[in-house]
């Protein structure tokens, strides 16, 4: 993985590099960058008035330009400087898997480009909406932290089967959206797909609540007040379309507060209503309000049961510190939980670090162990001292019977202690019998082998992934499809020379009349996406003074908004940006 000679992405888990892919900088082309050129020369003359900071300095911190698609070298230089850094990904890439990046101090940012056709608004990541939209705030040190800890916070959600279900349709429609391919018959049965699942997603999950308050923050935000918002969302800020209409009266503007998780989205549509937040701090406040909430600061049976439900590798924390990750399953119905089961590959850990002999390969059929105290104590076991556990005859090569409140029996010889400074974390037993009534409700048997005892008084935590991510390999749901640059068609080959033979155009000094009406002839009504070249020649005349081209390429581009009205406005903008701004902009 290329790290850019920046710290932070060489820091990164293994577990996240794996989603990483090259920029591939070559495979954008003239075309690609036009239409760069031409979002960003919009985004600049409106939200230099409405976004939250100015934009010119938020686009330099992180290595942004007007005029050219980012290179993630240069945008690396620049976001290093302030602790952060940036990785290209293919599309979409697993929730869970972008909050890790994020709680890294990561940008993830889609390498490929939206179609001309999507210029104001794509629902597939592109690299429009991760770098022109999310990097410039980044230099806001409030809300780089508050994105750092909604980072840290998402990484702990857990999710349901239905989120993945949920992730792959809306990854497959926005694909085909954005593959020139597709037809509209796959178009239609991808959204018919993803209404279905949509509407089949019963109790929404921890993820897909605080991915609520993503949308409304992150992406779709607005700060300040409620008669005077700014916007500092990376989607407003990415989109040329909704930047504008959003701050219009006819879309609800309503305080942010944690009421926000009651409001589910569409990433396919225009946001029905915005979300204003009086400052940053404001943010992390919320977050919190979310996060007392969630099943690794409230721990117990009903944080279990989430990840039971959700039958994905989680992370359980006895109050002892050992940690257990893998696929939760119910042991028993009991009304407060008296034993912790997994199934299939389970690891131990303490700290974030796993257990040495107590990886997958080791607890490769799953892992059970009582929670509670022992029937009659005062002391939970985790804390007995030496003395202590051998006054219960818990002594290395010794046999002894332990007795828990919740009647659970474990009988057997003594073979292991394991400590983590002063608590008493896992103790292993050969010839063991783990019961509660041994004709009905039996945990171990002794040809079983040896039996690992988890030690501790409740779950304190219960957490999405496991603990030591790296250490313990993840089940990880295939992708069904990969995004990726697109090869141009016959069509756009044509499109993409004429958009070359303008690039050097734009090089010259002075206006080359002759090259300029070369190109301009190629420009016929018949192809809509002839206007954003003819904008560009259009911009070029007007900057060089040439009025009498300036008449012709208005005249021309005044026939396509007769011929394709749904251009009219990405027209008329681009002539009154090219009047305002000239040029260059010294971006």
């Known amino acids: ?346 690891a131990l850990a303490v700290s974030g670090r796993q257990l040495v002999e107590h990886g997958t390969d080791y607890h490769i059929e799953g892992f059970g162990a009582p929670v509670g105290r022992l029937a009659g104590a005062v002391k939970d076991l985790e804390d007995f001292s030496e003395a202590e556990l051998s006054k219960i005859n818990i002594i290395v090569g010794k046999r002894c019977s332990l007795i828990f409140s919740s009647g659970i029996v474990v009988e057997g010889v003594v073979l292991k202690i394991i400590r983590n400074v002063d608590k008493v974390i896992l103790i292993s037993f050969g010839d063991c019998e783990v019961y509660r009534d041994k004709d009905e409700e039996i945990y171990f048997r002794s040809e079983w082998g040896t039996y690992d005892m988890a030690v501790g008084r409740e779950i304190v935590s219960v957490f999405a992934g496991a603990a030591d991510k790296d250490a313990y390999e993840p089940i990880v749901e295939p992708m069904l499809e990969k995004a990726g640059l697109l090869d141009s068609n016959a069509e756009e080959i044509g499109l993409v020379a004429n958009h070359s033979a303008i690039q050097e155009l734009r090089k010259e000094p002075v206006i080359l009349s002759e090259a300029w009406s070369s190109i301009f002839d190629q420009l016929t009504t018949a192809d809509v996406d002839n206007w954003l070249a003819l904008t560009e020649l259009f911009e070029i005349a007007w900057a060089h003074g040439a009025y009498d081209l300036v008449s012709k390429a208005e005249n021309k581009l005044m026939e396509f908004v007769q011929l394709y009205p749904n251009v009219r406005k990405l027209i008329e903008d681009g002539i009154r940006v090219a009047k305002e701004l000239g040029l260059n902009n010294q971006m």
């Open 1 to 346: 993985m290329e790290t850019y000679n920046n710290v932070v992405l060489e820091q990164l888990p293994k577990h996240l590099k794996r989603y990483v892919v090259a920029q591939q900088y070559e495979r954008y082309t003239a075309l690609d960058q036009a239409l760069w050129r031409y979002v960003m020369r919009q985004n600049y003359a409106f939200l230099k008035d409405v976004a939250y900071y100015p934009y010119i300095p938020g686009l330099k911190k992180a290595g942004l330009s007007i005029e050219h698609i980012p290179d993630l070298q240069q945008m690396n230089d620049s976001l290093k400087l302030i602790g952060w850094g940036a990785v290209t990904v293919d599309g979409f890439i697993p929730p869970a898997a972008f909050m890790e990046f994020q709680a890294h101090r990561v940008l993830v940012i889609a390498a490929d480009i939206r179609q001309l056709e999507h210029i104001e608004y794509t629902p597939a990541p592109d690299i429009i909406h991760e770098s022109s939209g999310h990097a410039p705030i980044i230099g806001e040190p409030d809300y780089a932290a508050y994105l750092q800890y909604f980072g840290e916070i998402g990484t702990k959600a857990l999710s349901s089967g239905n989120d993945f279900e949920l992730y792959e349709a809306i990854r497959h429609l926005s694909i085909l959206k954005e593959d020139i391919t597709t037809t509209a018959e796959e178009l239609t049965a991808a959204e018919k797909q993803l209404q279905i699942v949509q509407d089949n997603m019963g109790a929404p999950s921890e993820m897909a609540l605080l991915s609520r308050l993503h949308w409304w923050t992150v992406e779709y935000g607005l700060i300040g007040s409620l008669d005077d918002p700014k916007i500092y969302g990376a989607g407003l800020l990415s989109s040329i379309g909704e930047s504008a209409s959003c701050m219009q009266e006819c879309v609800p503007k309503i305080p942010y507060d944690l009421n926000a998780v009651d409001y589910p989205y569409d990433i396919t549509k225009p946001q029905p209503q915005l979300f204003v937040t009086t400052d940053f701090e404001h943010l992390k406040v919320v977050l919190d309000q979310f996060a007392d909430t969630m099943a690794f600061r409230i721990g117990g049976k009903q944080s279990l049961d989430k990840a039971i439900d959700g039958q994905a590798v989680c992370t359980a924390v006895y109050s002892s510190g050992l940690q257990v990750s893998g696929i939760f399953k119910a042991a028993n119905a009991d009304i407060e939980l008296s034993y912790l089961q997994t199934k299939g590959g389970t």
